[in-house]
T-cell receptor, first 113, second 114 residues
C-alpha cells in the first residue's frame, strides 16, 4: 500500500526567503505525486503534479517541486516566499498500479513579514 | 463551469443518529473520492468511485460508513449510528477519469456529533 509522509507539522520562513516543504513517499509501482494547498476557510486547491518526465515540475503561484526517485521525495519549493503563501500544504501520492490517492498529514507554512 | 458542491455545509447531530452527506461532482468527471479531515490528521481516504466499476472501500473506518454513487454522478456518504469520533470535515473530490489527473475538491461538510 502506498503512503506519504510530511515530516514537518509547521514551517516558518521569513518573507522573501526561499521555502521548502518536505514530502517523502512509498509506493510499489511508479508514483504519481501531487501538491495541494488549503487557504484558511477555503477548499483544497491543486498546485502541481509529477507524472513522468522532467524531475522539476512547475506549478501555480510560483511553486515548484523536485521529484527524487532515489530518495523517494517530492519536496515543494519556492525561491521567494510571500506572506500570502501562508497556508496548509498537502502532499499526495498515487501508486501507478492503483487509483487510490493518499494524502499526507499536511504542513502548515507560516511566512513571517 | 460549476465546481464540486457539497451539502449540507454544516451538520450537527446527536450521537446515535444517522446522517447523509451529499456530493455533486463536476460534470463529466468519472472519478469521485471521499476524504475525512480531522484536526491534525490530514486527509484520510475513505472511498473511491470510478465510473461504473466497483468502488474502492478500503478506507471506510467501520461498517457504519457506506457510500453510493447514482448514475455515475451524485454521491451520498452515509454514517449510521454516529459517534463523537466521527466529528470531522468530510471532503469530496472529483477528477477526470484516472488518478493522474488532479482532483477538484468541494468545500466540505463539517459534521459535529454531540
Amino acid at each position: 500500500a502506498q503512503s506519504v509522509a510530511q515530516p514537518e507539522d509547521q514551517v516558518n520562513v521569513a518573507e522573501g526567503n526561499p521555502l521548502t516543504v518536505k514530502c517523502t513517499y512509498s509506493v510499489s509501482g511508479n508514483p504519481y505525486l501531487f501538491w495541494y494547498v488549503q487557504y484558511p476557510n477555503r477548499g483544497l486547491q491543486f498546485l502541481l503534479k509529477y507524472i513522468t518526465g522532467d524531475n522539476l515540475v512547475k506549478g501555480s503561484y510560483g511553486f515548484e517541486a523536485e521529484f527524487n526517485k532515489s530518495q523517494t521525495s517530492f519536496h515543494l519549493k519556492k525561491p521567494s516566499a510571500l506572506v500570502s503563501d501562508s497556508a496548509l500544504y498537502f502532499c499526495a501520492v498515487r501508486d501507478g498500479r492503483d487509483d487510490k490517492i493518499i494524502f499526507g498529514k499536511g504542513t502548515r507554512l507560516h511566512i513571517l513579514p | 463551469g460549476a465546481g464540486v458542491s457539497q451539502s449540507p455545509s454544516n451538520k450537527v447531530t446527536e450521537k446515535g443518529k444517522d446522517v447523509e452527506l451529499r456530493c455533486d461532482p463536476i460534470s463529466g468527471h468519472t472519478a469521485l473520492y471521499w476524504y475525512r479531515q480531522s484536526l491534525g490528521q490530514g486527509l484520510e481516504f475513505l472511498i473511491y468511485f470510478q465510473g461504473n466499476s466497483a468502488p474502492d472501500k478500503s478506507g471506510l473506518p467501520s461498517d457504519r460508513f457506506s457510500a453510493e454513487r447514482t448514475g455515475g454522478s451524485v454521491s451520498t456518504l452515509t454514517i449510521q449510528r454516529t459517534q463523537q469520533e466521527d466529528s470531522a470535515v468530510y471532503l469530496c473530490a472529483s477528477s477526470l477519469y484516472r488518478g493522474y489527473n488532479e482532483q477538484f475538491f468541494g468545500p466540505g461538510t463539517r459534521l459535529t456529533v454531540l
